[in-house]
Nanobody, 119 residues
Framework: QVQFEESGGGLVQPGGSLRLSCTAS????????MAWYRKTPRNERELVAT???????NYAAFVKGRFTITRGNVRNTVFLEMNNLQPEDTAVYYC?????????????WGQGTQVTVSS
């Protein structure tokens, strides 16, 4: 059973920065792709960013060059560096993965980490 654990959220002022971390356990191989999602106060889940095992990155349009996703050196870890945070970035952030290029996301989700951007 794959499990995800996110951390690093908090309360920041507009323009501030945070670095989120995610560790996935329960897999004996390196995932093809890891991703960050967020669930907004409107309870909508949005894809934020993805990165493949080979380091290919993709971002949602609303990221606008403010966020950077990276894979860690430890197997199945992923980070999200968030800069110039704005109130609309307030959400619970989750990570997930696709085991292989043809796989779908895992059904299991972690508790997420709360990011609140407010003055």
């Amino acid at each position: 059973q794959v499990q995800f654990e996110e951390s690093g959220g908090g309360l920041v002022q507009p323009g501030g920065s945070l670095r989120l971390s995610c560790t996935a356990s329960g897999s004996s191989f390196n995932f093809y792709l890891m991703a960050w999602y967020r669930k907004t106060p409107r309870n909508e889940r949005e894809l934020v960013a993805t990165v493949t095992r080979d380091g290919v990155e993709n971002y949602a349009a609303f990221v606008k060059g403010r966020f950077t996703i990276t894979r860690g050196n430890v197997r199945n870890t992923v980070f999200l560096e968030m800069n110039n945070l704005q109130p609309e970035d307030t959400a619970v952030y989750y990570c997930n993965a696709r085991a292989f290029s043809v796989s779908v996301l895992y059904n299991s989700w972690g508790q997420g980490t709360q990011v609140t951007v407010s003055s």
